[in-house]
T-cell receptor, first 113, second 113 residues
Framework: NAGVTQTPKFRILKIGQSMTLQCAQD?????MYWYRQDPGMGLKLIYY???????DKGEVPNGYNVSRSTTEDFPLRLELAAPSQTSVYFC????????????FGEGSRLTVL | DAKTTQPNSMESNEEEPVHLPCNHS???????IHWYRQLPSQGPEYVIH???SNVNNRMASLAIAEDRKSSTLILHRATLRDAAVYYC??????????????FGPGTRLSVLP
């Protein structure tokens, strides 16, 4: 099993450009999450999904969009990139139940210049 | 989610035990206590979780106070590889919709050779 796979690992964007961060998991998990982590800080939840076709906002959703057309994939779309979106982005997944362990991807480092 | 409080940083000597504390005075009866750690330049990884009883696994032990208002993650013999940020998180087992794990700033553990 590959677990949670994120692409790309690194990306530089210009202000106003758009891009999609890809996330895929092969564990058949219903729950998927996108977090961002600014330098020296903890993780902040951007969006989450409880299953295909269902998504909801987290703590910091502005400037982002998500979709969940399949159980495996949960892409994060950045529209009109801004320097404030420079961060490391982590995708995670978990199985059902409140005790579900979170599995994280390796992260995508995004710089907006 | 109920809030947790952890020290910003701790130091340990290699091959000595480490006790990482976490306060969660507003914990509810259905909250599980989860611990994750984040090694440098990596995504967080699961360490251990528990509800009421102390728990052991190959990575660590979790000691939970009788009133459940605090817990301690115990690394029995710290190695240099254990240098990481450790996060204590509460998850409500009854709150299945969303399961939005909330990460605070955590405790940065330094291990001295």
């Amino acid at each position: 099993n590959a677990g949670v796979t994120q692409t790309p690992k690194f990306r530089i964007l210009k202000i106003g450009q758009s891009m999609t961060l890809q996330c895929a998991q092969d564990m058949n998990h219903n729950y998927m999450y996108w977090y961002r982590q600014d330098p020296g800080m903890g993780l902040k939840l951007i969006y989450y999904s409880v299953g295909a076709g269902i998504t909801d906002k987290g703590e910091v959703p502005n400037g982002y969009n998500v979709s969940r057309s399949t159980t495996e994939d949960f892409p994060l779309r950045l529209e009109l990139a801004a320097p404030s979106q420079t961060s490391v982005y982590f995708c995670a997944s978990s199985g059902a139940g409140g005790t579900g362990e979170l599995f994280f991807g390796e992260g995508s480092r995004l710089t907006v210049l | 989610d109920a809030k947790t409080t952890q020290p910003n940083s701790m130091e340990s000597n290699e091959e000595e035990p480490v006790h990482l504390p976490c306060n969660h005075s507003t914990i509810s009866g259905t909250d599980y206590i989860h611990w994750y750690r984040q090694l440098p330049s990596q995504g967080p990884e699961y360490v251990i979780h528990g509800l009421t009883s102390n728990v052991n696994n190959r990575m660590a032990s979790l000691a939970i106070a009788e009133d459940r208002k605090s817990s301690t993650l115990i690394l029995h013999r710290a190695t240099l590889r254990d240098a990481a940020v450790y996060y204590c998180i509460l998850r409500d087992a009854d709150y299945n919709y969303g399961q939005n794990f909330v990460f605070g700033p955590g405790t940065r553990l330094s291990v001295l050779p």
